[in-house]
């Protein structure tokens, strides 16, 4: 069953439950901003009496800290202006004042804003993108779509956007819990080819309980969330703290699992593709982002008194939607596993070579005739020594060939060639009845589990279920 069906049915289970809770959380806060006090409300216009009063008598100080209370109140930023203020716009408290409440344009501001927009213009293209594997795209794309909403909704604290803004508050913070699985099964669908299951629903109840949670600050009304804005000391809702470990203690466990995953498939990968170097790349990401949470989460609890943390996780969120950005335009295949994606390390290893484009055209050719009239790839001895002395060329050389002309590099090129040949053989009816192994040995592989794994790697199948589907046509 694909995912998004299982999450459609996650949010119709709770569905009257959310209603109900909703409806409840209206009541209260309505109740709640009814039930201000009277007194104070209608000590909103004396806060903007008296600081226009306090600045025409040249009062800085008395007419700022009126003035902020005021903003404080009703958050209308309006009144900030220095037209009002013009007695006093060379105060520094007045300007200090200005500088923490008026929207700002910043270097970093404008690439966060970039950025995350960036980011959810790719997570669309990935979501809406039709293949047969559309889940693994879907499961990146939502992973990259949260990751770019943190980014905006981050920009709007460098920007002071928030101000004017106060219904984003906590915005970013419902899908805390869903970095983790997102990634981690968008692995196993790759590696494993895993198929969702019922069970698979409870990786969602941190984030449904969280969301439950957060409905009623959501519900607030907008008087309500000012207030907590202005209040500068405490952007935290009750039980942040709680929230905030509870996301470092998912990532943890998920980064575990997904460097697990990871590991395993690498150490069983005989052919050394370079589809681990995509995994790898996204792994060392997140892992980054781990560390960078961290240290943004101290900060956010006061621990450590360093504002400035809180900007390398963002820095790693810019990497990784710019990185999946990037592989998303050059090779979407990669998302699900097919096609392998080259070692920008290749862009520089064969700098200083001697091979010139005439030779180099030679010997693919040369080696075009070696694979598909010699068929020398089902010599289950080949190495790519064997195979430049064959070409009667350099190891090296033969190596630089393969990858510039083929983008693969050695084991992939020849496993490519014995699984096409493989399937040939599969496709013969007079073969369908052979062990799997025979065919395998016959093609050039050593063992049955390099031979497995390679298959399903290029055909998106396993030897047994292509023999299935031919049976069924």
Known sequence: MPVFSLYSICFKSFGKGLLWLCCFAIILTNASAQALDGEARNAVPNYKEQALQSAAAGDAEAATEALEKYLSATGDLTLLNDHLFASIKEDAAYTHLKAHYLPKLSLLGVLYILAGLFGVFVSIMLFFRRTKKSVTYRLMGAFVLFHSLFILHLSLYVTNLQYSLPHALLLSTTFSFLYGPLLYFYFKRVILNYTF?????????????????????????????????????????????????????????????????????????????????????????????????????????????????????????????????????????????????PDPGNLFKYKKSRLTDSLSEELKEELLRLLEQEEVYKDNSLSLQKLAELLETSRHSASQVINQHFQMNFYELINSYRVRAAMQLLESEANQQRNIIDIAYEVGFNNKVSFNKSFKRIAATTPSQFIASLSQS
């Open 197 to 341: 299951r019922w069970s698979d629903l409870l990786h969602l109840v941190p984030s449904v309980g969280l969301f439950l949670y957060i409905v009623p600050f959501y519900l607030l009304p907008e008087i309500s969330k000012v207030e907590i804005l202005f209040s500068r000391t405490d952007y935290l809702m009750p039980g942040a703290v709680w929230i905030i470990f509870g996301k470092i203690l998912s990532l943890t466990i998920y980064g575990f699992l997904i460097y697990r995953l990871y590991e395993k498939n690498r150490s069983a990968s005989k052919e050394h593709s370079s589809q681990a170097l995509w995994q790898r790349n996204i792994v060392a990401i997140y892992s980054s982002y781990v560390v960078a949470y961290i240290a943004y989460a101290l900060v956010l609890v006061k621990w450590v008194p360093v504002s400035e943390l809180i900007h390398p996780q963002i820095v790693v969120m810019i990497v990784l939607v710019l990185y999946i950005s990037y592989v998303t335009y050059n090779q979407p295949e990669v998302f699900a596993g097919k096609t392998s994606l």
